[in-house]
Each structure stands twice: as C-alpha cells, then as structure tokens.
C-alpha cells in the first residue's frame, strides 16, 4: 500500500557512517506523504479487484449437529476508501489511517447441515471497515534500512449479505452462518496481509541500485547516513553522498560541512547536495586522469596547429624550429580542481599546466614550452532523464610561463590563441562528458516532475513533484 511512500525513502543496502554529515539531505514533505497514500490506495484497490482469494471451509455448532460451509471463487467487484489519512508521529515513523472503508464481493457459497443442504452464488456488502497501521523504518545491522509494521488494528462493522434467489426462513438462516466466517476471516487476516505486503516493498527497496555508475570512471554512492529523522511537517535522510573513482571506495581526503535544508513544503521531495557531494566529484575524475585531455593534429577540429602558427606570434618558435613541424598540446589538471556554491553561483576553479609539444617526422616529440594556467569557470545545471546535467562557461584565464626550450617570451603574446583552443576544443570536450549527467537516487517507478533548482550557500537544491507508474 505506502509502495511509493517507502520509495521515496531512498533506502540503503550499504555500510552505515554514523554521525559523518551528508553529502546528500532528502526531505519528504507532508504533499509527497498525500500523495503517497493516494498512490497505495489506488494501487491497493486495484490488486483486491485483480487477486484470487483462497476458499473459506469450516464448521459452525448448530444445535446437536454441525453447519459445514464453503466459500469459494471470491473477488472484490468493489472497494472504496472514504476517509484516509497519514501522518508523521515524531521519532517513531508512518502512521496511515483508513477509516469508514467498505468493499463489496461475490462468492459462491455451499452449506450442508444433517436436514438439508444447499449451494449458490451471493454479494456481500462489507462496511464501517477501520484499519489503523505504524510503519517504521529501522536500519540492520550493514546500514540497510527495513520497513516494518510495528502495529496494525482492524475492525469491520457492518456485514450484509444477499444470495441470490433465497428469500424467508432459509435466507436467514444461511446468511447467519455465512456471516461469522467472513468476520472472522477480515478480522485475522487483514494485518498479516498488510505485513506480506511490506514484505514484498521491503524486497523491492533491498533491489534498489544505491551504488550508482556515473560512467566508466565514476560512480555514486547513495547509501543512508544514518536513521531517517521522523519530525512532524516531513521526513528528512541523510544520505552518504559521494563520489569513488569506479571501483576505488577509499574515502575522500576531505570531509562533509554540515548544512541544513530551508524549512519549504511547495513540493513533494526536496533533494539538497552539498558542496562536499560535488567536491568528491572533482577528486574522483581528477583521480581517474579525466581532467588530462591531449590536442593534436588529428584531433584538432577548428584548424591545424603548427609550429608556424606559434612561431608567427613568438619569433623564437621559428628560430628554434625552422622547418614547420605539427604541434601537440598536453594539459592536465595539477591539483584537484575546487568546486564553489554560492547564491546562484557554481564555479569550477582548474589549477593546471599545458605543455607545448613540436612532433617530428619520427614521430617523437620535442617540448617547445610549458605554461600554468587557472582557468575559473561556471557551471549552469539542469535535469533531464532523471539525471542532473551540466554545463561549463569559461569565466577567465590566466597563463604564466614556467619553462621554455625557445628562450624567454612574453606569454600574454599567446593568451588570444590558447584561449580560443581551450574554448573551441577543451570546453565542448568537457560539456560532452557533463552531458551524459549524474544519475538522481533510485525512486523506483516514480520520475520527478517540476523539478525546480536553487543554488545556496555550499549546496545545490533540487524541489520537486514526482509521478508514480505503477
């Protein structure tokens, strides 16, 4: 019934950090609950009208002797949900009331006594049903969140019965013994079904992928911090929120800022990522080598650089290689590069060097010059396809000249042409990468709708709906 709700939990079936701050802060709001439980409902409903119910045999006393019954072939035509409501109780998890529910069934029905016996096909009219269940959601012993039913009480009131073609004293009669087994059976068997059927969430939630791949290199982990915080207005998770290198799980040499999500309830679903979770982005591709990137002749797209375009700006390239020879630029990131969140600012800062190549008929190369550069950058993001995307914008660079095997130069003389490679061959490479995007948590068969993005002070926020397919 709370399928959706228990998704929207996020669940973990790796390692728990306790007390280390999040990288990622989901908040359920009392609209995601609502939803939820019009989603369960609706979902609750249509499996009744689909499942096949076991018979019903037993026995009644029935003056010396024995009434024997058997109901069979029963289906819910009809089921109806009045009054619902759920609801957040402080440090303890999900209450969900159902109240004045009432469902309507056919069955065939057999009754046989030692004076006669009998056999037809009734409607049964069940109403004034309550059904009061808590939920909580306990972690296990590897950090794996649980859901479990903690308590469940059910009453049914009112049960009327018509079977068909019977009228006068038969008709009571038989309706009387039909009548006890049915509220027996509501009474056992409605709590135990509701427990098999957050059994089948819960093993549904342990599927749940919270180790995600970014891409060859990189790969996310989703996994719970800590115990969802149950307060009154929404659910809050603290999520691990970091990124590995693919197959790499040594942890970052940085740790989390705490962060708090701002007190909003607009949307269902709140998705906060700090500053931390894009950080450990940064080191896990500055680990893998992806901010190295190497432009050559036959990758160059716009133009072919030589030794004869440099030496037309420095002089010092001609005369140390007079005959022209093709060019080969090597840049690589020298330290991890820094990621900032400030109010509706991301920016990206890149310490690097790029060194300058001359490559011979032999194919080896000849290092012409070697340069620092720091290149600052914004980031402008979006979703699509479940995924936060992302895109750079160069802001500015800076070169300095650190080695050279062609004499001194002044290195602003090259500014105009290294900036026009790295706009024209650096930054589309990067957005290429960016574009494939950082898969969202897991939400199962929900998909996020409305999604609307705020950056804030250390941390990226995600308000959102969300639409379940069931």
Known sequence: MLKICCSLLLLSLLSLQ????????????????????????????????KEQFPDLSGY????????????????????????ASISLIPGMGIKLVIGNASLTIDMNWNIRTWMFKNTGRSTVYISKV???????????????????????????????????????????FFIKYLKKPIHRSLATNSCP??????????????????????????????????LPAVSRP?????????????????????????????DQSDSMLYLAFSEYFFQTSSFAYYTAGAFNITIAEETCSYFNISTEIFGSIIPEVVQHSVTPYPVMLKLMATKTPIISLQQDSFTLEIQGSMEVFAVLPDSTTQS??????????????????????????????????THSSVGFFEISLLENILSYILQTEVIPSANAKLSKGFPLPNLAN?????????????????????????
């Open 368 to 401: 012409l010059f070697t340069t620092n550069i720091a290149a600052n950058t914004s980031i402008a993001v979006n979703i699509f396809d479940q995924k936060l995307m992302g895109s750079l914008c160069l802001n500015r660079l800076q070169y300095s000249l």
């Open 130 to 172: 309550f059904v009061t269940a808590i939920f909580s959601t306990p972690l296990d012993n590897i950090g794996h969140t649980l859901i479990s039913l903690t308590s469940c009480q059910t009453t049914s009131g009112d049960v009327d019965i018509k079977l068909d073609g019977k009228r006068g004293f038969l008709h009571n």
């Open 193 to 226: 079904n509701i427990r098999s059927g957050i059994q089948l969430i819960d093993e549904d939630l342990r599927s749940l992928n919270v180790l995600m791949p970014i891409d060859d290199l990189a790969e996310i982990d989703y996994s719970l911090n800590s």
């Open 18 to 49: 306790l007390k280390a701050n999040p990288g990622l802060k989901v908040r359920i709001s009392q609209k995601g609950l609502e939803y939820a439980k019009e989603v369960g409902l609706k979902i609750l409903k249509q499996n009744m009208e």
């Open 60 to 83: 009644e006393k029935f003056g010396l002797g024995n009434v024997k019954y058997n109901i069979s072939r029963i289906r819910v035509t009809a089921l109806e949900f009045p009054s």
């Open 234 to 262: 929404y659910i809050d998770l603290d999520l691990k929120g970091i990124v590995y290198p693919g197959g790499n799980y040594t942890a970052p040499p940085f740790v989390a800022a705490p962060f708090t999500v701002p």
């Open 446 to 470: 929900a998909t996020l709708t409305r999604p609307h993005i705020t950056i804030a002070q250390g941390y990226l926020l995600i308000s959102t709906d969300v639409h379940y397919k069931h």
